[in-house]
Nanobody, 124 residues
């Protein structure tokens, strides 16, 4: 059974940093594009960052570009989201997502697996 388990969320002051981790129990993890999405209260889920199967290609929402870095360790079946210079508007539940395919853009393709989310709260 495939599971994506997020961790690393919490309460942080504006300007602070957090590192989110997603541990994936996918046997063929290196065949999946991975990504992070977020959903703030009363808002739709939105894309945050994505990474291709090898880690060579990354892409970001304009709202986090320059402040966030997505990375992955295929040997550990893990993907990370380093978030710096956090703002109150970054407050949301953050979800890890996986979509199969070597050429998959996780912004465009159907998501195969979702994690259950980790909460990030940025205090002003």
């Amino acid at each position: 059974q495939v599971q994506l388990v997020e961790s690393g969320g919490g309460l942080v002051q504006a300007g602070g940093s957090l590192r989110l981790t997603c541990a994936a129990s996918i046997r063929t993890f290196n065949m999946y594009a991975m990504g992070w999405f977020r959903q703030a209260p009363g808002k739709e889920r939105e894309f945050v960052a994505g990474i291709n199967w090898s880690g060579a290609s990354t892409y970001y929402a304009d709202s986090v570009k320059g402040r966030c870095t997505i990375s992955r360790d295929n040997a550990k079946n893990t993907v990370y989201l380093q978030m710096n210079s956090l703002k109150p508007e970054d407050t949301a539940d953050y979800y890890c997502a996986a979509a199969v395919g070597f050429y998959t853009d996780i912004r465009l393709n159907s998501i195969d697996y979702w994690g259950r989310g980790t909460q990030v709260t940025v205090a002003s």
